[in-house]
């Protein structure tokens, strides 16, 4: 990556895609999270196999806080989405439960 416009541009994408999985993980499509998820992170992978020269650093350093946060946000509400079902699994297994001492009287 030789000039500022191209790192821009190519981190840029990186940050959206970013915005993209977050879209994504509010709507509660996990299977797509997932992908995009492996996908995001071969994108990082390939834009940090150039050197970066050294006047993009603070550049990158932003962006990468920006991605961070993203992030953070995606694993709080995949972290709530997981709760959720857990409570739901065991009310369902409460239900059965007392659905089985019911059936036994």
Not at 12 to 18: D, E, Q
Not at 19 to 38: N, P
Not at 68 to 73: A, E, G, V
Request: proline content about 3%.
């Amino acid at each position: 990556m030789s000039d500022m416009p191209s790192v821009k541009q190519h981190f840029g994408k990186i940050i959206t895609y970013t915005e993209e999985i977050l879209v994504a993980a509010k709507s509660g499509d996990w299977s797509l999270v997932d992908t995009m998820q492996v996908t995001q992170k071969q994108m990082l992978q390939q834009f940090f196999e150039t050197p970066v020269a050294d006047q993009y650093r603070p550049l990158i350093s932003s962006g990468l806080r920006v991605i961070k946060k993203r992030n953070d946000k995606i694993m709080v509400i995949c972290q709530q989405a997981r709760n959720r079902l857990m409570e739901d699994m065991r009310g369902m297994s409460k239900g059965k439960s007392l659905g089985k001492a019911y059936q036994s009287y």
